[in-house]
């Protein structure tokens, strides 16, 4: 008897413990608690900061890359190269402080990074933007020009933070402009001038770049535009300076067959006074006499028809030149008004010798020759390469589509 009270009690504890871990299962269902295998993985946490960033979501996405961060046991060079790319999320969320923040830890953690000089054009950048343009210069400096630093030609004129401004590097900025242009500016006040400006030009580009605009697309853009047309013309000052021999010879058969072009013709100066009734042409003819007319003071010659003062006047001007000095004409109509003209100076054509205009010619047949050797040059070069030039399409007459 006690045997059997002795099971049944052990049976019933047996299905009081079964239930109650049936219980226990289906809380845990229904609350979630159920231990799941599967888990958020680094790779998911990095995917999804990506996701947001090309969703537009970036404050999201610079949290996302954060919380990575902190939880990643990726290596160092992964770990630097998600720090770049937070700092550049701060970057443009302007959010300079975290940037600069995240930049530094990028960069301990990953020294000869990839990506290691657009990080310290950015670091720059955004130190001069909160303000701190010494630090800024300061970290540009170390950053570009450790061991860069040449020693300058020419005495110091002025110095802009630790580096020294050179009378050297003044003279080859004067060596740019155009020579009469250069000589105003070789000494006194006037280079003092030059001095200045040149400082406030160098300010203002370290600034600028400290600010990164020397590497915009249009800066690097015209940069190249600049190099080709340097290059080109160093080409062709070469090639062209060792084949142009200027023969005296040369030059004067060339002064012969270019002669028309050194004669000056025939020009007169004139007074006038215009009338609208030719019945008062002798009272004006009296003014015109006593020196009381309108003067010209340009010399007016053949293949002109505009006369200053009056405008387009047809081709009176052809009736002006078989004038001599002193000469009045008869009333002369241009449009609706009368005019009588006084023949005050007169220059008879002159053909100028070739001794009067050598140098004009030898400058004139050298530029001939340099244009004849530049075009021979260029279709050599394009004898060396395949061109081929389409023809442009007329789209004048076609309407833009809707």
Avoid at 172 to 192: C, D, I, T, V
Avoid at 384 to 392: D, N
Wanted: aromatic share 8%; net charge neutral.
């Amino acid at each position: 008897m006690k045997k059997s009270v002795l099971c049944f009690f052990i049976l019933i504890v047996v299905l009081l413990c079964g239930v109650l871990m049936f219980q226990m299962y289906l809380y845990s269902t229904v609350t979630g608690e159920k231990k799941d295998t599967a888990t958020w993985t680094e790779k998911q946490e990095e995917d999804y900061a990506h996701a947001l960033l090309t969703k537009g979501l970036v404050r999201e996405a610079a949290a996302a890359f954060e919380n990575y961060l902190t939880k990643s046991t990726a290596k160092s060079d992964k770990l630097a190269q998600i720090g770049y790319r937070l700092g550049t999320i701060y970057m443009d969320l302007l959010e300079y402080e975290k940037a600069l923040a995240t930049f530094y830890k990028a960069e301990l953690l990953s020294a000869n990074s990839s990506f290691k000089e657009e990080m310290n054009q950015k670091i720059v950048v955004a130190l001069e933007n909160l303000g701190m343009s010494s630090q800024a210069q300061y970290e540009l400096e170390a950053r570009t020009s450790v061991g860069n630093m040449k020693k300058k030609e020419g005495s110091v004129v002025a110095r802009i933070g630790k580096d020294t401004i050179t009378d050297a590097e003044i003279d080859r900025a004067l060596n740019q402009l155009p020579a009469a242009l250069r000589k105003q500016f070789e000494g006194g006040e006037n280079r003092l001038k030059v001095i200045r400006d040149y400082v406030a030009q160098e300010v203002l580009y370290r600034k600028a770049r400290r600010l990164g605009y020397d590497k915009t697309p249009e800066i690097r853009e015209a940069v190249e535009a600049t190099k080709k047309q340097i290059a080109v013309q160093k080409l062709l000052q070469e090639k062209i300076e060792k084949e142009v021999n200027i023969d005296g010879n040369d030059v004067e058969r060339f002064y012969q067959a270019q002669k028309q072009q050194y004669l000056t013709p025939a020009a007169v100066k004139v007074s006038y006074v215009k009338m609208d009734d030719v019945a008062k042409k002798e009272e004006m003819l009296e003014i015109l006499s006593s020196g009381k007319g309108e003067k010209v003071d340009s010399w007016i010659g053949p293949g002109q028809s505009f006369i200053p003062g009056i405008g387009d006047a047809g081709d009176i001007v052809d009736t002006l030149l078989v004038k001599e000095k002193g000469a009045l004409t008869d009333p002369l109509k241009v449009k609706d008004v009368f005019y009588i003209f006084s023949i005050d100076e007169r220059r008879e054509k002159y053909q100028k010798q070739f001794n009067e205009v050598k140098q004009q010619v030898e400058y004139e047949y050298t530029m001939k020759k340099q244009q004849e050797l530049t075009q021979k040059l260029l279709e050599e070069a394009l004898e060396e390469q395949e061109v081929e030039i389409y023809p442009v399409r007329d789209t004048s007459g076609v309407k833009d589509k809707q």
